[in-house]
């Protein structure tokens, strides 16, 4: 029989179709200082480098969007990166950019842009260590180049999706659509305060600063990682927190049961991700950290995010592989499925088409 054929996504991330079937199998030359390779759904490398310690690795797009207001845009790309390399558990130790500007920026924009990028990685600890940043034809926000980011920290500490164990208890932060709510408080304020009130326009607007979990995973493993409490952090990005869920029990080859009415959907995620015909568990969700916890630890976890200030929730537990993946809803225990298709994307290609403001 012939096999299906596999094809990019119309949009968004590729599938793990996709990536099984052209990336995985050509990775390069095997080193045995490589201990986290590329994988679907994992957001970091991981590499020895000696002395008992590893490098965390991860790289994405520079994503700059000048309608959120320039200061708001180079933080919130900084902290897209950062908020991957900090699942593994360490802080951001090096950066290296990429700016691959459009011809029409001004020295002005990116000075901010620059000025915003120096000081959360001041803040954070990180040094610029390379980068490459020159103006092209052909290029155009908000996809500017790209950047890596690096971190440092003991061999036996490092976490990735993949350490899920049965047993964990299931902890998000802040809630579902964080992220598709607050780019469209953003990129639409006056829409959402005509058509839902002013109110809801300013809950979602407040959520903008949300969209990291920097904070969130260093504050996480304060209280332990592995057997002594936290064992798995994911950045729940495109496909939200269904998405980011079925993806850790994905890696990590274990059974899932995630309640769906303990996840968190604030009211103004509710009323804007609805009006624009988004699924809030499902659409992309930048600033929801997915974590699991020996539960034991799970207490001690939700007081210490709770002290900095950060909302979160436990959700489910982790199960054997063969006991499956289940979603618990009102309507009842059905199979925990990935969505492959984020219906932000769509959603604010429609926004645009009609001319919202």
Not at 245 to 265: K, M, N, Q, T
Not at 272 to 297: A, C, N, Q
Request: negative net charge; charged residues 25%; proline residues 7%.
């Amino acid at each position: 029989m012939a096999q299906p054929k596999v094809q990019f996504p119309d949009l968004g991330k590729i599938s793990r179709e996709f990536f099984d079937h052209f990336i995985y199998p050509r990775l390069g030359a095997r080193r045995p200082d490589v201990l986290v390779g590329p994988r679907h759904g994992v957001d970091v490398g991981i590499v020895k480098i000696g002395n008992g310690q590893v490098m965390a690795i991860t790289t994405d797009p520079i994503y700059i969007v000048p309608q959120y207001g320039w200061e708001r845009a180079a933080w919130f790309s900084w902290h897209i990166l950062a908020s991957d390399v900090t699942t593994s558990g360490f802080p951001p130790a090096f950066v290296i950019p990429d700016f691959n500007l459009p011809i029409g920026i001004r020295e002005e924009e990116f000075e901010i842009v620059w000025r915003i990028w120096h000081e959360e990685s001041t803040k954070y600890g990180a040094a610029v260590v390379a980068g490459h940043t020159a103006r092209y034809d052909g290029t155009d926000y908000p996809m500017v180049g790209g950047a890596t980011f690096l971190a440092v920290g003991p061999e036996d500490r490092y976490l990735t999706p993949e350490m899920a164990r049965p047993g964990d208890r299931v902890v998000i932060t802040k809630g579902a659509a964080i992220e598709a709510t607050g780019i469209f408080a953003a990129t639409f304020p006056r829409t959402i305060e005509r058509e839902l009130g002013e109110a809801v326009a300013e809950a979602g607007q407040a959520l903008f600063y949300q969209m990291s979990t920097v904070d969130d995973a260093l504050t996480a493993v304060t209280v332990g990682v592995r057997d002594q409490g936290v064992t798995a952090m994911h950045d729940a990005t495109e496909c939200g927190v269904l998405g980011g869920l079925y993806e850790v029990a994905e890696a990590s080859g274990v059974g899932l049961e995630v309640y769906l009415d303990r996840i968190p959907v604030p009211p103004a995620v509710e009323a804007i991700t609805r009006h624009f015909g988004m699924d809030p568990y499902t659409s992309i969700s930048e600033g929801t950290l997915i974590l699991t916890v020996r539960p034991e630890k799970t207490q001690a976890l939700l007081e210490a995010l709770a002290r900095k200030g950060i909302e979160a929730a436990e959700i489910g537990e982790v199960l054997p592989a063969e006991e499956g993946r289940w979603l618990v809803t009102p309507e009842g225990r059905k199979p925990l499925e990935h969505p492959r298709v984020d219906p932000f994307w769509g959603a604010i290609r429609r926004a645009f088409e009609e001319g919202l403001t």
